[in-house]
């Protein structure tokens, strides 16, 4: 069974090798990866086209939720995660991480390295076809009107609640992130910081249905 790991990535060609090379040291079952680059970033694109072991799709996505959506809809493996472009796997998360899927539980929260399993976790993609990952639209992973926050929180929750959520102890994909002192505060941090207040309103207004 096979693993689609999805990273929507722009702007940021120096950090593609370090995340690749973990991608592959550290996932230990079949897997595919797939960048999805923005059709003007051409520096991203060159530089994918150099390495092997990677799939590049194209779009004009406009958004890092925009371009997670489209991944998971342009692939097909039993199995998929979407992860940051700023994280490291370490590893046999995925060992861990499959260790949990069963009938019942369909998404996996794994560790971002402070604790949190909802920024990334792994999903049985039936889940996605039965149940859909929102609770408004069918076949969606996450809601396409975020910009880059509070989406997969609300996946989360909702899975949750719904009762098909595992964390899996000691599968670790670190996120190297500016606000756990990792990174400086580039120009895709900066969009993400200027999206929080519309996303997290669009999130309480979306939790209060759903959560009715």
């Known amino acids: 069974m096979r693993t689609a790991i999805i990273v929507p ?8 090798a370090r995340l690749l090379y973990s991608i592959h040291s550290s996932t230990i079952k079949p897997h595919d990866v797939y960048f999805m680059v923005e059709e003007a970033d051409e520096a991203t694109q060159r530089v994918l086209k150099e390495r092997m072991g990677c799939h590049v799709m194209l779009g004009a996505f406009g958004s890092y939720t925009k371009a997670a959506n489209e991944g998971v ?6 199995y998929f995660l979407v992860a ?4 490291i796997f370490h590893p046999d998360w995925d060992v861990e991480a499959l260790k949990l899927m069963r009938d019942s539980i369909r998404v996996v929260g794994i560790d971002q390295g402070d604790g949190r399993t909802d920024c990334f976790f792994l999903v049985d993609r039936r889940y996605i076809a039965e ?20 989406c997969d929180t609300e996946f989360a929750e909702l899975a949750k609640a719904r009762g098909v959520w595992a964390d899996a102890p000691g599968a670790l994909i670190e996120h190297r992130h500016w606000t756990f002192g990792k990174a400086e505060v580039d120009a895709n941090y900066q969009v993400a910081i200027a999206s929080v207040d519309h996303d997290q309103r669009l999130y309480q ?3 209060r249905a759903w959560a009715a």
């Open 84 to 87: 940051n472009d700023d994280v």
């Open 73 to 78: 809809r342009r692939t097909a493996e039993p």
């Open 205 to 207: 207004e979306r939790r």
């Open 131 to 150: 149940r859909s990952g929102v609770h408004d639209e069918p076949d969606a992973f996450f809601h396409d009107g975020y910009r880059s926050q509070f």
């Open 9 to 16: 990535t722009v702007n940021r060609s120096h950090l593609l």
